[in-house]
């Protein structure tokens, strides 16, 4: 009998209402977005973070928003990933990134923090750079430091199309796990993927 599955998807944020609608927690976001795609699970708080267990017919879907502060996001992921046997490739971390336009996506498969906190603590604590992770673009401000930008709440008009974003960030991430990550970087590392543009795809989504 084959061995089923598990992936680990790690939306990473701040905890606390007062960073709840922050751009640096659209990684909360988007682990909320899939909470409501997938079938209900078992919710449980364990390893410094909210988990929620369901499945789909890839395997075993975990979901993780470590409550430790962004910085240690990695203590929370390892120890995850550590319970539940799951090699860095069926692990996802989903985060902003100021160097993406706000909007766009970026699925890779591996690499360097790229100056992220968050996912520079997640490769620490797995000692790997070989971790999958979908960036999400939130842009950079125009002057000034950018600690008060990622804290900030987004701009009025990014508000409005901040629900597309992470409905097609969900989307990716589900492509990761169903279609590979090969097939999910070739539909959605793309500018017509982003929301309000023209997608042959035709996802319905609008």
């Known amino acids: 009998m084959t061995e089923r599955l598990t992936w680990l998807i790690a939306g ?26 997938l079938p209900p699970g078992e919710r449980r708080h364990r ?21 430790t502060f962004m910085n240690l996001s990695g203590n929370a992921v390892a120890a995850a990933a550590r319970w ?5 490739e069926r692990l996802l971390v989903i985060h902003d990134d100021l ?17 992220h906190n968050g996912l520079a603590s997640v490769i620490a604590r797995m000692g790997t750079g070989e971790i999958p992770r979908l960036r ?12 008060p930008y990622v804290l ?5 008009e990014e508000e409005r199309a901040l629900p597309d974003v992470i409905k097609l960030a969900a989307e990716a ?17 793309r500018a017509d993927a982003l929301p309000g543009r023209d997608d042959s795809r035709n996802r319905g989504q609008h």
């Open 12 to 37: 990473l944020g701040n905890p606390g209402r007062q960073y709840a609608a922050t751009r640096h927690n659209i990684g909360y976001m988007v682990a909320d977005e899939l909470a409501r795609q």
């Open 47 to 67: 390893f410094d973070g909210k988990i929620i267990e369901t499945s789909e017919p890839q395997g075993r879907i975990v979901l993780l928003k470590p409550e």
């Open 84 to 88: 539940y046997r799951v090699p860095p």
């Open 99 to 115: 160097d993406l336009p706000f909007g766009q996506l970026r699925l890779r498969a591996r690499g360097s923090s790229g100056g």
């Open 136 to 147: 999400i673009g939130i842009g950079r401000p125009e002057h000034g430091n950018t600690i």
């Open 152 to 156: 900030s709440r987004f701009s009025s």
């Open 173 to 189: 991430a589900r492509s990761w796990y169903r279609d590979g990550i090969d097939a999910a970087m070739n539909a959605f590392n």
